[in-house]
Each structure stands twice: as C-alpha cells, then as structure tokens.
C-alpha cells in the first residue's frame, strides 16, 4: 500500500444546521491531535476529530500506525499522521519505552508544524497523561491545550502492575497527572465519577469537563431489532468486543460460559478485539475446559462491521475483575 493516500471525507456542516454561527466561528481554525492509539478504530477520538472537521476545522491528527495503514492519509480536511511505532503490551519498562518515542516523535512533528503553520488548539488524549509534553511549543506560540483523560493512570497502572496505592511508583504518577492538568488550558473526561477523582488531588473542579463515551447515531442508529427470537433461532450467541486484557474479565466469561452450557448447551462466547497474549491465555483455557467448539476468536472490527455483530448477537458481556481500577467505575 502506498504510505500517502488521500480519499474524500463528508465533514461539512450542514447547511440548515442551527449552529452555522458557531462553525462560521470554528472555520478555518488549526487543531493538532495527539493520540496514543489508531485512528479511525479508536472510538472516543474520532468522534472528537470528525465533530471538529464538521465545524470546518482544519486537523493534523498524529497517532500510531496500524498495520497496512497509510503513513500519511488525507480525508477532508483531516490529514492523519501515523507513526511507524508497534504498541506492545508488556511491563514496565516496554510502556516507558514506547511512551517516550511516541512523545519525542509527536512534539517533534507539533513544534515544526508550530513554526511552519501555526495552531489554534491542541487535542491531547491520554494514556500517558504527559503525552501533553506534545503540545508545549503549540502552546508557547499561543494554541490553548485541551487534555482528554480516558482513564486515571495512576488506578490502571496500579491493576496491570498489581501496585500498591502508595507505592513510589503509583506517588509518581499522581505527580505526573498534577503536572499534565496543570499545562492544559481544559481537561475532559468520560465521567462524573472521573471528573471527582481528577479534581480531587489534581485540580479545580470547575477545570474539569465530561464528555461521556456514547455512540455515534450515524454508525449504531437507534431502530429496531432485526435478530429473530431466541428460540427459532441456534446458536444462542454471547458476544464480547473489547480490550483483550485481564483487568477486563475474559477469563471470567469463560469461566461464565462453562456454567451456561450446563443448562444451555447451545450458548457460545464471540470475542472481537485486537489479539494478546492475555487472549492465548484464555483460548487456551477454553480447550481445557473443553470449551474450544463453543469459544470463538474472531478478530478485531471496524465500528461500522461491529453492528452486524452487535445485531447478530443474543446479549453482551462486560465481565470486569474488580481491582482498583473498576472500584472507581462503581
């Protein structure tokens, strides 16, 4: 594939939309988007981006590199910038490693594009919080600085590490979500709950803004559904679609499973998701458990083929551990 493409993009407000007044406003302005991740299967930052685009906005958004992805690609006005970084889960030291390159990459990029063409705005979405040392040149040459905070690092790190609250470690990262609110004109996040925890040892509340996951209307509209009944209809079908890690629960799922087919022999477990070695953990339980006909791998989705799945499905399951890091969500 060549590593520059460039395709068209409806991100154009439209014409009887009440808020012409604002997009007059928001047109032709510069955004810079920063995120450790893919785009466009990341849902929460394209739907940030493309919401700007719509305005009229002009987007440099720089992000991982996904595998067969363009280095460079241009939809509308959106040009996607990816790294050629591989985002591997491991400990400790691989996350700083990776967090590191992508932070020196991704400031490079914003401080030369500071020079030759200027920014409005900087849109940073963690993890890592520091990730906003990105926007600092950006930020000297006057674009205000919003940190979109998905998760508080400090709990995560503490449940995929099995760290202790006051641990150095754990102390650190407090220090270092203080320190990246505090170079943010705005932080953003997914929660009230969320939002108590940032402005409780970090920050102001009224610092603090919640833009909650929701899904897009354009791709999962709100209609009836188009599956049949459970009882004219075989396998019965439990569907998950998710991050592949422990602190999400698969494991639990199958454990969930076995139990299931005791009185519903039928039922089988859909997974979708990007593959880990969390996920060959779990396949391989499955076969033990003698599970392997009834537990299926089917790969990561775009979120437009999700639907299907989604409608194809009898009910979904989110079977989170508890830890530190869920507490908070409950």
Known sequence: MSSTTTREADFSPSASSPSVARTERLRGKRVGVVLFSFYPNDPRPRRALEAMAREG???????????????????????????????RRGGMLAYLYQYAAFIFLSSMILAWRSLTRGYDLVHVHNMPDVLVVSALVPKMFGAKVILDLHDPMPEL?????????????????????????????????????????????????????VVMNSPDGEIFPLRAATTPAYASRKPFVIMYHGSLVERNGLDLAVEALARVRATLPE????????GTPFLDRVMDMAKSKGLQAAVHYLGSRRLEDLVV?????????????????????T
């Not at 002009?58 to 591989?86: A, F, H, W, Y």
């Open 57 to 87: 906005m002009l987007v440099d958004l720089i992000c991982l590199r996904g595998e067969g992805s363009p280095t460079r690609e241009v939809q509308g006005n959106v040009e996607v910038l990816r790294i050629p970084l591989k985002r």
């Open 157 to 209: 790190m503490m449940t995929i590490f099995k760290l202790e609250k006051d641990s150095w470690s754990v102390r650190l990262l407090r220090r270092i979500e203080k320190w990246s609110i505090d170079r943010a004109n705005v932080v953003v996040t997914v929660s009230v709950t969320f939002k108590r925890v940032f402005s409780a040892r970090s920050c102001a509340s009224e610092k603090v803004e």
């Open 267 to 274: 039922a089988e477990l859909r997974i979708y998701g990007e």
């Open 309 to 329: 799945e989604i409608e194809g499905c009898d009910v979904g399951v989110i079977p989170n551990h508890r830890n530190s890091f869920t507490d908070i969500n």
